[in-house]
């Protein structure tokens, strides 16, 4: 991938710090300049020391799974500060927990209903 300042246009990490995009930034991969706010909830709950010391602790092809999830997590916090995707899991949870009810109470009505249209079974009736 090229390098961000061979275009003369900083990563959205380096436009957000003001610093000059160098060509072997480790941001710039993962925050186009085309995505400032993606960088800005990153740094706002994770610090972009802290980002960058885990970037660089992590194997190259491992980085961009950890920026989408520290993307992903800092977004759910900016929206959910106590929280944060707990909340969203949680919430989720609970939504399927309710059409699974739903889902059950709907086979039992198909059941009780396919019992009803099939004819009783001949009950023989010992003569006296």
């Not at 960088?39 to 960058?52: D, E, P, Q």
């Not at 707990?86 to 059941?111: C, H, P, T």
Request: charged share 20%; glycine share 4%.
């Amino acid at each position: 991938m090229a390098s961000s300042s061979s275009y003369n246009c900083p990563c959205a990490a380096c436009k957000f710090l003001r610093r000059k995009c160098l060509p072997g930034c480790i941001f710039a991969p993962y925050f186009p300049p085309e995505e400032p706010q993606k960088f800005a909830n990153v740094h706002k709950i994770f610090g972009a020391s802290n980002v960058t010391k885990l970037l660089n602790e992590l194997l190259p092809h491992q980085r961009e799974d950890a920026v989408n999830s520290l993307a992903y997590e800092a977004e759910a916090r900016v929206r959910d500060p106590v929280y944060g995707c707990v909340g969203a899991i949680s919430f989720l949870q609970r939504q399927v927990q309710r059409l699974q009810k739903e889902l059950d109470s709907a086979n039992a009505d198909l059941l009780r209903y396919a019992c009803n249209d099939m004819p009783p079974p001949s009950l023989s009736v010992p003569p006296q």
